[in-house]
Nanobody
Framework: QVQLVESGGGLVQAGGSLRLSCVFS????????MAWFRQAPGKEREFVAT????????DYVDSVKGRFTISRDNAANTVYLQMNSLKPEETAVYYC???????????????????WGQGTQVTVSS
């Protein structure tokens, strides 16, 4: 069974940076597209970024383009989210998700992903 464990969250001032990590286990990591979502209190879960199985294509929600970077290391079974110039409104629990696919299509709907981590809290102070 696929297991995902996020880390790297914390408290940061507005304008600061954090790097989230998600370690994948239980299956062959390179068979999965990976994504990051976030959910703020009282709001629906929101797509943030995704990367296809071989790292050859990425996609982002418009609000983070140019500030966030998703990457993966298939040898280390890990996906990363580098977050720069963070804003207070980006305070949320950030979740890692996995989808079994070799497609070059990027998937931005939470319904597409069958496996989820427990989340890591990111708090951006103003």
């Amino acid at each position: 069974q696929v297991q995902l464990v996020e880390s790297g969250g914390g408290l940061v001032q507005a304008g600061g940076s954090l790097r989230l990590s998600c370690v994948f286990s239980g299956r062959t990591f390179s068979n999965y597209a990976m994504a990051w979502f976030r959910q703020a209190p009282g709001k629906e879960r929101e797509f943030v970024a995704t990367i296809i199985w071989n790292g050859g294509r990425t996609d982002y929600v418009d609000s983070v383009k140019g500030r966030f970077t998703i990457s993966r290391d298939n040898a280390a079974n890990t996906v990363y989210l580098q977050m720069n110039s963070l804003k207070p409104e980006e305070t949320a629990v950030y979740y890692c998700a996995a989808k079994f696919t070799w497609s070059r299509i990027t998937f931005v709907s939470a319904d597409e992903y069958g496996y989820w981590g427990q989340g890591t809290q990111v708090t951006v102070s103003s």
